[in-house]
Antibody, heavy 121, light 107 residues
Framework: QVHLVQSGAEVKKSGASVKISCQASGYRFSSFDISWARQAPGQGLEWVGR????????KYAENLQGRVTVTADTSTATAYMELSSLRFGDTAVYYCARVKGLGVAGPFDSWGQGTLVTVSS | DIQMTQSPFTLSASVGDRVTITCRASQSISGWLAWYQQKPGKAPKLLIYKASSLESGVPSRFSASASGTEFTLTIYSLQPDDFATYFC?????????FGQGTKVEIK
């Protein structure tokens, strides 16, 4: 059974960085991409970035390019998403998700429970 | 970015109703479309992929179809567990995008 478990909620000051983890179990970690998406309070979903775990290649949303870094540690089956220079607009629940592998970039067939990141002044 | 326009924004329905949600892509996505269900405080759940393929374990009252750049999700005989928000997502290129969501409420 596929399971993605994310790290806990974070409160950060504007301008700081945050790093969220996503530990996978129940499948071969290196065989599937991991994507990250976020959801601001009461809003829809926004894709953040993706990593192809077996070779470490990444893709990022254009509006976050330069501030977001997605990495993966195959020894612990854990993916990470780091967002720097935090702004109030980055306040959101961040999700990791396994990419099913059908199509270029999706769909997302298993999701983490979400991590709330709150950016304060 | 490929824009996904979803309608309606909200939908009021009763148990047993048939409901239809529409998603339109701003350009061709060759059927690379998924539908998700999200309940408050929970992560989205994959229902449909490749426009009309039912994800394993999803009840057969969920059905979806496509016509060009227009995609529909139909829930036949709405059940109490189906009151939630539904999102479409295109994944035809390296930059997946989501629709704004449709909240299905109890009438």
């Amino acid at each position: 059974q596929v399971h993605l478990v994310q790290s806990g909620a974070e409160v950060k000051k504007s301008g700081a960085s945050v790093k969220i983890s996503c530990q996978a179990s129940g499948y071969r970690f290196s065989s599937f991409d991991i994507s990250w998406a976020r959801q601001a309070p009461g809003q829809g979903l926004e894709w953040v970035g993706r990593i192809t775990v077996y070779n470490g290649k990444t893709k990022y949303a254009e509006n976050l390019q330069g501030r977001v870094t997605v990495t993966a540690d195959t020894s612990t089956a854990t993916a990470y998403m780091e967002l720097s220079s935090l702004r109030f607009g980055d306040t959101a629940v961040y999700y990791c998700a396994r990419v099913k592998g059908l199509g270029v970039a999706g769909p997302f067939d298993s999701w983490g429970q979400g991590t709330l990141v709150t950016v304060s002044s | 970015d490929i824009q996904m326009t979803q309608s309606p924004f909200t939908l009021s329905a009763s148990v047993g109703d048939r409901v239809t949600i529409t998603c339109r892509a701003s350009q061709s996505i060759s059927g690379w479309l998924a539908w998700y269900q999200q309940k408050p405080g929970k992560a989205p759940k994959l229902l449909i992929y490749k426009a009309s393929s039912l994800e394993s374990g999803v009840p057969s009252r969920f059905s979806a179809s496509a016509s060009g750049t227009e995609f529909t999700l139909t829930i036949y005989s709405l059940q109490p567990d189906d009151f939630a928000t539904y999102f479409c997502q295109q994944y035809s290129n390296d930059f997946p995008t989501f629709g704004q969501g449709t909240k299905v409420e109890i009438k």
